[in-house]
């Protein structure tokens, strides 16, 4: 079946550091890629998509490209602030049969920035 | 446009109470996701309904019941709740691959 390696936090940076989050795949046919964030006591909300290969999602600073060759989709910034410390979550929407679409999620990266 | 609410935003069980959250969109979306967030876990998929009068299993549906009778509302039902239930529970609809998420159900079962 269908899944999400993403790296193991927490992570912790300094401010203006650059951030990498390491995230694999494995999946039938042709996901749709994505990151979301978790801010403290909130929902989950879309960072960044990319439907195909070799496109680059990127918001707020944030890219990632989608790597078929490799089967990766890392989340990249060059810069971060206390203002990013999050739970980040790696994501693949696959096709399950039907008209239906299921999201599948990595386990999270939790990112605190200091000051 | 309030995007996705869910209700209550918490609550406390004694083991073997049962409860409903409910879930709200008001995007006319016709995909609507249950999943539970613990810690170390990711999100699990619960269950799912692709449109009005529908619904499906997802990953971890045992002890958990649900219904679409409406298609702006999906319901979770927990029948006899147990203390492996406690956790934080999302709401999702969605539309074009992309999920939109509600603020969570923090549920404590004792």
């Known amino acids: 079946g269908d899944s999400v390696t993403q790296m193991e936090g927490p992570v912790t940076l300094s401010e203006e550091a650059f951030l990498t989050i390491n995230c694999t795949y494995t999946a039938t046919g042709y996901p749709s890629l994505f990151w979301y964030v978790q801010y403290p006591g909130e929902g989950l909300q879309l960072l960044l998509k990319a439907t195909k290969a070799d496109d680059k999602g990127s918001n707020k600073g944030f890219e990632a490209t989608y790597r078929k060759e490799t089967t990766s989709f890392h989340l990249e910034k060059g810069s971060v602030q206390v203002s990013d410390s999050a739970v980040y979550f790696c994501?693949?929407?696959?096709?399950?049969?039907?008209?239906?679409?299921?999201?599948?999620f990595g386990k999270g990266t939790l990112l605190t920035v200091n000051p | 446009n309030a995007g996705v609410t869910q209700t209550p935003k918490f609550r406390v069980l004694k083991t073997g109470q049962s409860m409903t959250l409910l879930c709200a969109q008001d995007m006319n979306h016709e995909y609507m996701y249950w999943y539970r967030q613990d810690p170390g876990m990711g999100l699990r998929l619960i269950h799912y309904?692709?449109?009005?009068?529908?619904?499906a299993k997802g990953e971890v549906p045992d002890g958990y019941n649900v219904s679409r009778l409406k298609k702006q509302n999906f319901l979770l039902g927990l029948e006899s709740a147990a203390p492996s239930q406690t956790s934080v529970y999302f709401c999702a609809s969605m539309v074009g691959h992309e999920q939109y998420f509600g603020p969570g159900t923090r549920l404590t079962v004792t």
């Open positions: 994501a693949l929407s696959s096709y399950s049969g039907g008209s239906n679409y299921k999201l599948t």
């Open positions: 309904s692709v449109g009005e009068g529908t619904t």
